[in-house]
């Protein structure tokens, strides 16, 4: 079956615009997750939604960066007034299940590269 | 807060095996996950350990001790398509977000 999608692949943008990353999980998966990615380094944890809520947003850095996932499927990770800072591949995630009592793995999308220019 | 800890860089032989360490200081723990991840690919499910002890599947291998906040990634007989990096993830207790090392790069030698 489909993997976890995410859309666009790249995206180049210059500071203080604001940018939209999607990503489309496996179907049927009730938790989504977003984490960042710096070049050598392991992914960063962002946000954490179960069903259409967020269940854990402790990751983001700050207000400029806000995700909905409004149907508790597809979601988008918006960024306003982008800054140099925020260049890094951001992954999606999504699991079966809201618990982490199982095994419950993550399957990861192929990321979004953002370049701030 | 979470640090997790595990070596830049390993090299090895086609054939040979290599072993990747990982230590981490938690506030809570409820499972720990290795991924691999190809350069410019997404990261992938290897292993998952929740109870002390050794989890074999096929090449690879992973070992938890809960008391020492340890684990390793065992890669047996090494092939070239190996050549990856490997993370470490520690899932905390409250939920279910993981917290990453920063990546082991493997590279396989013939």
């Known amino acids: 079956g489909a993997g976890v999608s995410q859309t666009p692949s790249n995206k180049v943008t210059e500071k203080g615009k604001y940018v939209e990353l999607r990503c489309d999980p496996i179907s049927g998966h009730t938790a989504l997750y977003w984490y960042r990615q710096s070049l050598g380094q392991g992914p960063e944890f962002l946000i954490y939604?179960?069903?259409?809520?967020?269940?854990?947003d402790s990751g983001l850095p700050n207000d400029r960066f806000f995700a909905v996932r409004p149907e508790g499927s597809v979601s988008t990770l918006k960024i306003q007034r982008t800054e140099r800072g925020d260049s890094a591949v951001y992954l999606c995630a999504s699991s079966p299940r809201p618990s982490g009592r199982v095994r419950n793995e993550q399957f990861f999308g192929p990321g979004t590269r953002l370049t701030v220019l | 807060g979470q640090n997790i800890d595990q070596p830049t860089e390993m090299t090895a032989t086609e054939g040979a095996i290599v072993q990747i360490n990982c230590t981490y200081q938690t506030s809570g723990f409820n499972g720990l996950f290795w991924y691999q991840q190809h350069a410019g690919e997404a990261p992938t499910f290897l292993s998952y350990?929740?109870?002390?002890g050794l989890e074999e599947k096929g090449r690879f291998s992973s070992f938890l001790s809960r008391s020492k906040g340890y684990s390793y990634l065992l890669l047996k007989e090494l092939q070239m398509k190996d050549s990856a990096s490997y993370l470490c993830?520690?899932?905390?207790?409250?939920?279910?977000?993981?917290?990453f090392g920063g990546g082991t790069r493997v590279l396989v030698k013939p």
């Open positions: 993830a520690v899932r905390e207790a409250a939920g279910n977000k993981l917290t």
């Open positions: 939604f179960q069903g259409t809520g967020a269940a854990d």
């Open positions: 350990n929740v109870l002390d």
